[in-house]
DNA sequence: GCCGTTTTCGGCCCGACTGTTTTCAGTCG
């Protein structure tokens, strides 16, 4: 049993695709090596189970015979002989000299077969010494662009997190709006679908002075340095290390602008295509209808215009991933997806009876100004000493406090809850007695992470077989670029949920945003009910909940699949407990 | 290598910018 997981044979396919197109293959068989790496990677079931029980691999779109065979070989033996052939000929080195901008296949292989260069360790040294400019096709200027990357590369060499894009974005776009003739404006890209980690930021603006607009963007503070200077298109690396453009567009062609430059590259070749079919052309400056060679514009300046164009409702960007949305649309069943006014309370938050920064009332008058009916208080129990948790004499002290501040804090249910540590046996680390009595009970795994994952996810059932469980808490325990998941069967654990009636989180933390997008997608097929949450340990926090809707979106979520979009009284009769009560008394 | 409302063969998205070029290839999104 090899038990590659999705992520890892989509990498694997990425890299044959990258392999392939340092040989010279045709593009279109490198374009077909990723778009089954993306399918693999975004499928909401595990490979074994879409090869024993969901049609088979070439069920995928874009895996046909071939890959299949591949993607079969990887399951079973853990490797693929066309691979690893693969990279007997090109050194994986020459695919870390890949990630450095400006370098492609193309002068990877020129530098290869000419210059014996095949690790950014000798490209560089080869560079310092101006010698990479005598090669073909190369200068001093890209010499120099080489040079700069590979440093670049090792100083920033993750993409970044949504929260920290979302805020740079937020401020080049402050700072442009008060300084700079700028009209409309909108970030696209992956931002704008809120994937989970961002490559860069896109910004689209109109403007009747773009000249002006360039200059403003060149230099902006945060801009630490420029990397392209055109008439319509500027790109600057931020102090933060991630880069941002910005592009000015004709009014008449912003819509067709931020669709294109919103993506994903997957579901605009599907849309283009699914155009070309009705006789329809759309590209970043609008929509045409194509007849007997000639084009006629009908269309751009919106982006309901380019999706009417070819008959189908506007597509909302957090789903634009080529995920079946194109096909959703055009058979009317694109999913109503759940909005920030939707969600009614706060189920997970802390205060400083434990690790929280605030008290019991300041966070429940917090959660009312966020205009939530509800917020349930969840601080950590005993194990957690780290965070202070809760023994049972200081839960009950902190009854007493929630009880004064409901007298106090008009207009808001406050929930007494906890978020109950998960033990290594699959306990929890209160008596059943106690969490009997709370109105509401979220549990998590904060120990004993390195378990294998057939011990993990037992625990993680155990735990959830407890009746008074209500949730299960960021279901992974991932921090995004600082730890991975633990090792747990995500597939397993929603099943036990599905069949206990158990709820499961949706962190909003854009650090943990765990459960993700498509383990979101595969709960609602499941029936798991889901809550989104923050996790706030201080009342700003609670603004983090825009990163969790997201999230949700992108897993195509209603506020129907969501108990937190309920009034109090009906969320408290799907509560799990509840049931146990009915058949306890 | 994949795919099918024109197709089981012959297509496959397309434009901007840059650098190194005497007219265009490579990279990027």
Not at 72 to 78: A, H, I, K, M, R
Not at 100 to 119: N, Q, S, Y
Not at 541 to 559: N, Q
């Amino acid at each position: 049993m090899a038990g590659m997981t999705n992520a890892q044979v989509a990498q694997i396919l990425e890299e044959i695709a990258e392999l392939i197109e340092i040989k010279g293959e045709i593009s279109f068989k490198v374009r077909a090596y990723q778009r089954a790496a993306e399918a693999v990677a975004g499928a909401s079931h595990s490979l074994e189970r879409v090869r024993e029980e969901k049609g088979g691999l070439d069920s995928l779109p874009g895996v046909g015979k071939s890959i299949a065979e591949k993607i079969e070989e990887l399951l079973d033996t853990g490797k693929c002989s066309y691979h690893e052939k693969l990279l007997a000929e090109i050194p994986p080195t020459v695919l870390e000299m890949l990630r450095i901008p400006g370098l492609g296949p193309k002068k990877a292989k020129m530098l290869m077969d000419r210059a014996k260069i095949t690790t950014i360790e000798q490209l560089e040294e080869v560079a310092r010494a101006g010698r990479l400019r005598k090669l073909p096709g190369m200068g001093e200027k890209t010499e120099q662009e080489i040079l700069r990357g590979i440093g670049h590369l090792r100083e920033y060499s993750k993409r970044t997190d949504l929260g920290l894009a979302w805020e740079i974005a937020g401020n080049i776009m402050d700072q442009l709006r008060a300084s700079a003739p700028v009209e409309q404006m909108e970030a696209a890209g992956s931002l704008r679908r809120m994937r989970e980690t961002i490559g860069d930021i896109d910004i689209l603006v109109t403007s009747s002075d773009p000249e002006a607009v360039m200059e403003r963007f060149a230099n902006l503070q945060l801009s630490t340095e420029v990397i392209v200077r055109g008439p319509t298109k500027t790109t600057i690396r931020t102090a933060a290390g991630i880069q941002a453009d910005i592009r000015v567009v004709a009014p008449e062609s912003f819509g067709a602008a931020l669709q294109y430059f919103t993506g994903s590259k997957q579901h605009n070749i599907k849309l283009r295509d699914f155009g070309v079919r009705h006789g329809i052309k759309l590209n970043e400056y609008g929509v045409f209808r194509v007849k007997d060679g000639k084009e006629t514009r009908i269309g751009g300046q919106t982006e309901e215009e380019m999706y009417a164009a070819v008959g189908l409702p506007l597509i909302p960007p957090e789903i634009r991933e080529d995920q079946g949305e194109i096909e959703a649309a055009r058979e009317g069943r694109l999913p109503q997806l759940v909005e920030m006014s939707d969600v009614k309370g706060e189920m997970h938050c802390h205060t400083s009876w434990s690790d929280g920064h605030d008290t019991v009332e300041a966070m429940a008058r917090a959660a009312k100004e966020a205009g939530y009916s509800y917020v349930a208080l969840t601080d950590h129990s005993p194990s957690q000493t780290v965070a202070n948790g809760l023994k049972v004499d200081r839960l009950l002290k902190r009854r007493e406090e929630i009880e004064g501040a409901r007298k106090a804090v008009r207009g808001i249910t406050i929930l007494e809850g906890t978020e109950v540590d998960i033990l290594r046996d699959g306990s929890l680390d209160y008596p059943d007695e106690i969490l009997s009595e709370l109105d509401y009970v979220v549990a998590s795994v904060h120990s004993g992470w390195k378990m294998s994952r057939d011990t993990m996810t037992e625990r993680i059932v155990r735990a959830m077989e407890n009746p008074w469980l209500d949730c299960i808490a960021h279901p992974t325990g991932r921090l995004i670029g600082q730890r991975e998941p633990y090792e747990v069967d995500v597939e397993a654990v929603m099943l036990a949920a599905a069949r206990l009636g158990v709820a499961m989180e949706i962190s909003s933390d854009p650090v943990r945003l765990d459960l993700r997008d498509v383990h979101a997608r595969r709960a609602k097929e499941l029936g798991v009910k889901l809550m989104i949450v923050t996790d706030a340990h201080w009342p700003r926090s609670l603004s983090l909940l825009r990163f969790g809707v997201a999230t949700a979106r992108r897993g195509w979520i209603e506020a129907s699949d969501v108990l937190n979009c309920l009034p109090l009284s009906q969320l408290r009769k799907r509560l799990r407990r509840s049931k146990v009560k009915v058949r306890g008394t």
